[in-house]
């Protein structure tokens, strides 16, 4: 049976983890089970998993070492953890997040303390720079929502120097691009496709667009680096986000 890992604390967020796993599983196909690494008896965690009826792992030692473990499980298809325990505005990922999802090869859902709770997952947000290595690491992804009422909003950001000339016709011009982009990019043909487009930096744009479009989750093709200067929209992603955030590894060369 397909699982979604749902990572969760003694933190007042793990309510909010446990929640958000669940809106998930549909998406991912699986049942939900939840885990909580003990540093020491844990009354908010046992309580979550009771809330949300779900089994209940229980291990002890390094939290990042448990997870990391517990996400190698074939069985497991996804992993959903809290971004950082505190509430109180934009701010950083924390060190088990960042050392999380740099780890387990795949998808992981982050999500920020302030997230809303929500049932389902009915809008998600799919930024494209256009390069079939990223629209190959987010293929499964989009593949997961076909059969179901989920909407997929493509988001294709344009450096300044780099919008395409618009002359003639405008309207039909940009018609022809989009569906020419969706065609190239979005592997899995689906009825409920839209394609955004903006001006500026990807970094700065797709949180602002989520909240503009109302969608309900992130999703970020990425290949697990995070040296210095390397994955900044997933960082800008992480730090200002509201919503969940789904991080789907890039497929290494040849694999």
Do not use: Y
Not at 124 to 151: F, K, M, N
Not at 165 to 188: I, K, L, M, N
């Amino acid at each position: 049976m397909r699982r979604v890992l749902a990572a969760i604390d003694a933190s007042p967020c793990a309510r909010t983890v446990m929640q958000t796993a669940l809106s998930v599983a549909d998406f991912f196909e699986g049942s939900v089970v939840a885990l909580h690494v003990r540093e020491e008896e844990s009354d908010p965690a046992l309580k979550a998993a009771r809330a949300a009826g779900v089994e209940l792992l229980q291990t002890t030692g390094s939290p990042i070492e448990g997870i990391v473990t517990a996400a190698e499980d074939p069985r497991v298809v996804a992993v959903v953890l809290g971004a950082r325990g505190a509430h109180g505005g934009p701010r950083p990922a924390g060190h088990a997040a960042l050392e999380v999802i740099t780890r387990v090869s795949k998808p992981v859902v982050v999500v920020p303390p302030d997230s809303a709770t929500r049932a389902r997952i009915a809008r998600v947000l799919i930024p494209l720079e256009g390069s079939d290595e990223s629209s190959q690491a987010i293929a499964d992804t989009i593949a997961l929502a076909r059969g179901r009422d989920i909407e997929l909003l493509v988001l294709h950001v344009h450096a300044p120097e780099a919008v395409p000339a618009f002359e003639d016709q405008p309207h039909h011009a940009v018609t022809a691009w989009e569906g020419e982009f969706v065609a190239r990019f979005v592997s899995d043909p689906h009825a409920h496709v839209e394609v955004i487009q903006r001006v500026g930096v990807a970094a700065d744009r797709i949180v602002a667009v989520a909240g503009d479009m109302k969608a309900d989750l992130i999703a970020l093709g990425w290949n697990q680096n995070l040296a210095p200067g390397r994955a900044q929209v997933v960082r800008e992603a992480l730090t200002h986000s509201t919503i969940p955030v789904l991080l789907v590894p890039t497929p290494l060369p040849g694999g």
